[in-house]
């Protein structure tokens, strides 16, 4: 009498558990997918086995101008406690300097510090100007001045995070490295980007054999790279603007990215990059990411001007003699909230 209830009850439990099933096939589907993926990247906690010293032939006609700027003497380093914030994740980004997917020796051309607010979705962009003076914390050199980018030789991204944990008293644990040739493909991936160009990038960038013009215009990974790279026509100041212009230009266009083209992204750019996080601590950033598309960077370049001389260093280099204490205050109030201690 009560046969065909109990069957019925039979049917929806065989049809739950085949939906249970599915469900379980494809999240294993998913993290296995997940997983892959994040299996492109080097993880390594920055330290390098062979430090280097870095000679003369390899500065490629960098040097610091201090013409104008008044000599001084090694700036003391910020004292106190490291401010910290649990809604705030401080990354510094290195872009390395060579062209394959090999790890090697290399020199930091780009030092950036990326801050995310979890809480606000909200994002700034620090450039560290890559000839400031900082005291070498540790090594062969130990003790000596030598520029910032420098320092990447002589201990890899464990050293540069410590160089600007100590030098600006900020709490920033985690690096992701990238080479300039991660940078190409990004751009070519995402069809090209859209930058603003003078009248002077576009002359200098159409030596190159592009038809450039003042104004916007859309650019292939290599004029992209070309222009994050360069200087020749004003300072190195200029051009970590440009860096930091390329890096928002990229993020407005992955904002519109489709699922095949964000696949094309990670399989081409992730074997270039290396960093200190897990991939635990990636995943659950990967949960906070969306929030953080479409977002515009809030901006700035560390040291800030009137707040340097000139001082020479290792080798003889001329060095930015930086206050270490009032940037490290300007960087405090950017992060933070100005007037946070």
């Not at 008293?169 to 490295?177: G, P």
């Not at 020749?232 to 890096?247: F, L």
């Not at 964000?262 to 990411?289: G, H, R, S, W």
């Amino acid at each position: 009498m009560h046969s065909k209830p109990k069957k019925k009850r039979r049917g929806w439990l065989i049809a739950l558990l085949a939906i249970l099933v599915l469900v379980l096939v494809m999240v294993g589907a998913a993290a296995l997918f997940v997983n892959s993926k994040l299996s492109l990247i080097d993880y390594s906690d920055g330290s390098i086995e062979s430090p280097s010293p870095v000679e003369e032939s390899e500065e490629e006609g960098f040097s610091v101008d201090l013409s104008g700027l008044e000599m001084k003497d090694p700036s003391a380093l910020p004292q106190g406690e490291t401010q910290t914030d649990d809604d705030i994740l401080n990354v510094l980004i290195l872009g390395t300097d060579e062209r394959t997917v090999e790890f090697s020796s290399a020199r930091a051309d780009s030092i950036i510090i990326l801050s995310l607010d979890l809480k606000e979705k909200t994002a700034k962009l620090v450039s560290l100007e890559r000839g400031m003076g900082v005291p070498i914390l540790e090594g062969e050199y130990e003790g000596e001045y030598d520029w910032l980018t420098h320092c990447f030789r002589y201990g890899g991204a464990s050293l540069m995070l410590k160089e600007v944990q100590t030098c600006f008293n900020v709490d920033v644990d985690h690096y992701v490295r990238l080479n300039f040739t991660s940078v190409k493909n990004i751009v070519d991936i995402l069809g090209g980007i859209d930058v603003e160009l003078t009248a002077a990038e576009a002359n200098y960038l159409n030596g190159g054999g592009n038809a450039l013009q003042a104004g916007m215009n859309h650019l292939n990974g290599e004029t992209a790279l070309s222009y994050a790279r360069l200087r020749a026509i004003d300072s190195d100041w200029s051009r970590v603007k440009r860096q930091r212009t390329v890096i928002q230009a990229c993020m407005n266009s992955i904002r519109g990215a489709d699922v095949k083209t964000l696949n094309a992204l990670c399989d081409a750019i992730l074997p270039y990059v290396q960093t200190n996080f897990t991939k635990l601590e990636i995943l659950e950033l990967m949960a906070q990411l969306p929030g953080f598309l479409g977002v515009q960077f809030e901006q700035m370049t560390i040291p800030v001007e009137g707040t340097y001389g000139g001082m020479i260093g290792l080798q003889g280099r001329g060095l930015f003699a930086v206050d270490f204490e009032t940037n490290s205050q300007i960087l405090h109030d950017f992060l933070y909230g100005e007037g946070n201690q």
